[in-house]
């Protein structure tokens, strides 16, 4: 298992239906779906989930694969160039 419980990285693959470029996958990385807690909005408590660093390989992974609803959009890298 590879560490590291959130990731930032740049998108090298869509999935045949992914639709979104998504670039940062948070620490809950998978869920059932079905269960009650899914249903209610709180997959949080899945007995099912998996986890980023923790049943999923992590941040320190060279590659990553995430579910396209649990993968986020990040704001574009800002500039680290000084003011004129
Ligand atoms: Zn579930």
Redesign the pocket.
């Known amino acids: 298992m590879v560490p590291g419980h959130e990731v930032v990285g740049e998108v090298v693959a869509l999935g045949e239906h992914a639709r979104r470029f998504r670039i940062g996958i948070a620490w809950l990385r998978r869920?059932?779906?079905?269960?009650?807690?899914?249903?209610r909005g709180r997959?949080n408590?899945?007995?099912?989930?998996e986890c980023t660093g923790w049943s999923q390989d992590g941040g320190f992974a060279e590659y990553a694969v995430v579910p396209e609803a649990f993968a986020y959009v990040l704001p574009p890298q800002p500039s680290l160039a000084t003011r004129p």
């Open positions: 869920t059932c779906g079905v269960c009650r807690a899914c249903r997959e408590l899945c007995r099912a989930s």
